[in-house]
């Protein structure tokens, strides 16, 4: 009798499973807007990513990990490490092609009417019902495709006896708004205005003393009745930096003669 019995679940089951298949099958064929929704998903260009990722920043003291300020840990991590803002501006790729999928979907063909599905072997509701799954199913299999992002800090005592963590799940929306205040920053580090701003009477004394308080293009100094300048060597004006390298000590004549021209050669 047993045997019956689990003969005739093993025949409901297999007919219930062929029953859900044989309708998604149906769907798959006459369904326009799963149609549409399977064609923008496959046209898709998604950045091979892993689908998790965790980054590490060790902190210098407890009192330091327990007041820590999230986001201005999260800005330093992004600054600091061209890997790490490289991987979540794929990640933010991916995330902005799965906002352009739902605007596809949402714009492609309308939900199958009654009338679509008269003549086919399935009832109307069911076959909504399943129309639906499919394309929340390509849904998901594009979110899949942004990773999820860990951040943990941590410090552990000098002695090695004591460790302390702290962790983060950051979505990705918030990480594009970090990126992109990362991106300003840069920005304006880049910019004319912020390297003439790294010009403090403390550089141009050691510029000046590193020189010899000499004009090193003409030789002249103060005691010959000119004035000195520090001048950038490449010109702000056309990306030069406010750094050791780029600096030297002129007279006033010199460097406005010079104003700012550069040759790659170096002779200016």
Known sequence: MEIYVLIGICVFVTALIAYHYTGMDLVRKTSKRYAYAKEKYDSINFEKLNHDYTFSKRMNSKAQLEKMNLERQLILI????SDIKESIRAGIRNNQRLIGF?????DGPPQAKEEDVVNLKISYSRYVRIETALISSLERAV???VPRYHFRFTYTSPKGRNSYQKSADVNIDTLTYLVGLVDCTDRYKQSAQYQRSLMSNSLRYDIMQ????RCVLCGRSAKDGVQLHVDHIIPVSKGGKTEWSNLRT???DCNLGKSNKYTHNGIN
């Open 250 to 252: 002129l007279c006033q």
């Open 102 to 106: 739902r605007a596809q979907i949402s």
């Open 210 to 213: 590193r020189d010899g308080f």
């Open 143 to 145: 979110q899949r495709k």
């Open 78 to 81: 992004i600054s600091e490490s």
